[in-house]
């Protein structure tokens, strides 16, 4: 209702209406029925002719766009012409109605919506939204000779120098001839972002964009020469980061060991010069006598002041972090696209793409029999519904029972064939178990779920002991409680009620 989709129709009945003629009509009624030839401005003198009067009436003309209730009666068809609004139409309406349903002698009745008397002068309605498709259609099966393409004469530098000169103009649109001219796959590869920016920078934004849809072809090449300059891709590019349309919500950007860097700055003496200058800190720790490991865990906790608000990168790259997926190379992902133009799209619910990269990564350290244990087993169920996310488990080890836990589910990662189903199969066996018989012994739950799993029982002594790397791992980033942690991409996101929204 709020894009007005009926408007069209709505103006088919008007136009409709203004080309009629009704004799013995007021012309200031806003309501009136047309029935057996005859026009009726009052429901109450319709409702008296109709019980007065039983003879068949004419059948009129019908449009296809009428709206018709009980069209099964073709011999007795009223229609009424009125205006929404106006306060003769509810008692037109309802008699006619109730006339439509009679079960002994039904009438069809014909809505036909007609212009307000005497509201010429109504405002506009303001359109709440607008959307407009672009489908660029192939023009490689025409015959063109694109054979001049390459070759830039004097005329195109002169217009393409009038067109820059002219940046907020859309004047230039018309200098150039109505001809299509075949792009190259560089300027393929950034023209619907090319279109998009030229739109949003327009004095006039909607007669822009109706102008270039209305003939796309002719205006492409064009526009890819306006923007043909490296510096002007860049700027196009950034614009249109900041102004939402881009695949993620925030800057892209290089870190440095942990350190962001500005990409329009960015080049081979920024990158030597921020090396030196590490190599300078790194040295000095190590002239206090801190050792290298303490040192590289201060790297990896640079604060980076973004819109106010500090930022924490954590490097959670580790042996103990057991990956459950990689999108790169898990032939699950096979039908993914791998190009990465498709980050380019634009996305309105959804940021994720589905591409085969590891774009985003999501590691999730937790007790396997503690309070957030449900943090894990939501990550499965991502899994399960192919969530673009390469997701990691670390198992965190805060007691006995989680330290027990966690080796009986390394063990069965060590099987050679089916290892890691059986040890999702396990983790859904322990947490139903323990949601069962909240109070029953943890340590019991585990064995008897590794023993449904593998049909043998677990034996510690032929167990490898993981718990080590587990438990330095907890402390690198002062794990200590069963509550856990979460990290993005090295950002901690904590674990709540609406962990898996701000996920």
């Not at 040295?283 to 590289?296: D, H």
């Not at 396997?368 to 673009?388: R, S, T």
Request: net charge negative; hydrophobic share 40%; glycine share 4%.
């Amino acid at each position: 209702m709020a894009l007005h989709v009926s408007s069209p129709k709505i103006s088919a009945f008007f136009d409709f209406y203004n080309s009629l003629a009704f004799p013995g009509c007021d012309s200031s009624c806003s309501s009136f029925a047309v029935y057996n030839d005859r026009c009726f401005c009052d429901a109450a003198d319709l409702a008296l002719f109709r019980n007065t009067n039983k003879t068949l009436s004419p059948v009129p003309f019908l449009l296809p766009i009428d709206h018709i209730f009980n069209p099964q009666s073709s011999s007795n068809i009223v229609i009424l012409y009125s205006d929404l609004t106006s306060q003769s139409f509810v008692p037109f309406h309802l008699l006619l109605s109730q006339l439509a349903s009679d079960p002994k002698d039904p009438i069809s009745y014909v809505f036909r919506p007609k212009p307000a008397v005497g509201n010429d002068n109504l405002p506009s309605l303001t359109l709440a939204g607008y959307e407009v498709e672009l489908m660029i259609k192939n023009q490689e099966y025409k015959v063109i000779d694109d054979r001049l393409n390459a070759i830039k004469t004097q005329e195109d530098a002169n217009l393409e120098l009038d067109i820059k000169e002219n940046i907020n103009d859309d004047a230039w649109l018309d200098t150039s001839e109505p001809q299509v001219v075949k792009l190259d796959s560089s300027e393929i590869s950034l023209i619907g972002v090319i279109t998009t920016y030229h739109i949003l920078q327009s004095k006039n934004p909607l007669q822009t964009l109706a102008k270039i849809t209305s003939d796309f072809p002719k205006y492409a090449s064009t526009l890819a020469k306006k923007y043909s300059s490296s510096a002007s891709v860049i700027a196009l590019n950034n614009t249109v980061t900041e102004q939402g349309l881009a695949l993620i919500h925030a800057k892209q950007a290089v870190f440095i060991n942990h350190a962001a860097v500005d990409l329009l700055n960015l080049d081979l003496f920024t990158i030597l010069s921020n090396l030196q200058r590490d190599q300078s800190i790194w040295s000095a720790l190590q002239s206090f006598g801190i050792p290298p490991k303490l040192t590289r865990t201060l790297f990896s906790v640079r604060e980076k002041v973004q819109g106010g608000v500090p930022w924490e990168g954590f490097d959670i790259r580790d042996d103990a972090v057991l990956w459950w997926n990689d999108l790169e190379n898990d032939g699950r992902y096979r039908a993914w696209s791998k190009s990465i133009n498709e980050l380019l799209q634009p996305a309105w619910m959804n940021p994720l793409k589905y591409i085969r990269k590891n774009v985003f990564s999501l590691v999730v350290a937790v007790d396997l029999v503690g309070i957030n244990k449900e943090a894990a087993k939501k990550c499965l169920e991502f899994l399960e519904m192919d969530v673009p996310l390469r997701f990691g488990l670390v198992a965190t080890v805060t007691g006995d029972d989680s330290a027990l836990a966690a080796r009986a589910f390394y063990k069965i990662l060590e099987t050679k064939k089916g290892g890691r189903k059986m040890a999702k199969q396990f983790l859904t066996t322990l947490w139903n178990s323990i949601a069962k018989t909240p109070k029953a012994n943890v340590a019991s739950l585990v064995r008897s779920s590794y023993q449904e799993i593998t049909k043998i029982e677990l034996d510690l002594n032929n167990t490898p002991d993981v718990t080590d790397s587990l438990r330095a791992y907890s402390e690198r980033f002062g794990i200590f409680s069963e509550l856990g942690a979460s990290f993005l991409n090295g950002q901690e996101v904590q674990i709540n009620e609406a962990w898996a929204q701000n996920i």
